[in-house]
């Protein structure tokens, strides 16, 4: 259930196709003392490979759809970013394709603020409904605090729907702008590989985490079937049968020579699902 493709069980997996099959979910877990964990397209996070103790929670049906409705674009927490930029380019609505390349859903992308070419979420979000074992309520992106790659969602909360407010733009002129910035995402990322995206975020200063690892000498270094792109350094792709423990003992490197080298403490930009730290 991960893009890069490591990771054990979850204790148990819920697969919710409507709100009120979410909130019996929820209950559900509240009931049996589990903690809830939802997982998008799995493209921001690394599972410990003995499993997660928790509830996985995957949105489908109606919780992964999404349709147009004025200027607004009406989303399911489980919607891809594909299937929103596809309605809302049917609809002529424009100011979603920086998406294109980010392959997650509406609710992953409002957990970390995803954004790519000089835009995030907050350029798009009107308000989401998080679903809780306290309840359903609509969130605003000052009361969701989004940041850098950030929310301050807390664990057992749900994105289980979201509003992006849009612009009038013809079709044509969408379709270009993301065969535009594919073709960028193409050149510059691994993206025909299994990894999870950026691997740190980027810290203050000139030099992205990318380029401050691609100096550290470390485009390449393997630890087992773990590797460090050779396309991008902030990437980790699962090159041959690697487990999670591969992927985090890069991390601890990486860190340790951005450290002693930079002296640059690395943020991980990737969530943690289960029993993984970086020392
Ligand atoms: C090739 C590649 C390129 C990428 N490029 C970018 C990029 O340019 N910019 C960028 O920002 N990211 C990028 N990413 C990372 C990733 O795609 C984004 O962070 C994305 O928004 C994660 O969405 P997801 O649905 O896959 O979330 P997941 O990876 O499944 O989960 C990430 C976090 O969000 C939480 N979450 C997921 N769904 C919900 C929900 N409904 N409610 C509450 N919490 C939820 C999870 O619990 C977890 O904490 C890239 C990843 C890959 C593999």
Redesign the pocket.
């Known amino acids: ?4 493709g490591t990771g054990g069980p979850a204790r148990a997996l819920a697969r919710p196709r409507s709100l009120t099959e979410l909130e019996e979910a929820v209950r559900y877990a509240q009931g049996e003392g589990l903690e809830v ?9 690394l599972a410990a490979d003995e499993g997660v103790d928790a509830l996985v ?1 995957r ?1 489908e049906g109606a919780l992964a759809d999404a349709e147009a409705r004025g200027e607004l674009v009406v989303a399911g ?2 919607a ?2 594909a299937v929103c930029l596809h309605r809302a380019r049917a609809a002529g609505l424009g100011g979603f394709e920086f ?1 294109c ?17 000089g835009r ?1 979420w907050t350029d798009v979000l009107v308000r989401a409904l ?1 679903v809780s074992a306290e309840g359903s309520r609509w969130l605003t992106p000052a009361e969701l605090g989004l940041a850098y ?1 950030h ?1 301050d ?1 807390r ?1 057992g ?4 729907q979201v509003e992006y407010r849009l612009e009038p733009r013809p079709p044509d002129e969408i379709k270009a702008t993301v065969a535009e910035l594919v073709a960028r ?1 193409k050149d510059t ?3 025909n ?6 691997v740190f975020k980027n810290p203050p200063g000139e030099l992205g985490a990318g380029a401050l690892l691609e100096r550290c000498g470390l485009k390449g270094y393997r630890i087992g079937g773990a590797m460090i792109s050779p396309k991008h350094a902030n ?1 980790i792709e699962n090159a041959d049968g690697a487990t999670s423990a591969d992927c985090l003992a890069l991390m601890v490197e990486a860190r340790r020579r951005a450290r002693e080298q930079f002296g640059v403490e690395l943020e991980r ?3 943690f ?1 289960g029993d993984l730290a970086l020392s």
């Open positions: 259930m991960t893009t890069i964990v939802v997982i998008g397209l799995g493209s921001n996070v929670v949105l927490g489980g891809t970013n998406a390349a980010i392959p997650g859903t509406a609710g992953g992308g409002v957990r970390m603020n995803a954004g790519a070419y995030d998080v790659r929310a969602l664990p909360q749900v994105v289980a995402r990322q691994p993206t590989k299994r990894t999870f995206g950026s990437f930009e990737v969530v699902l």
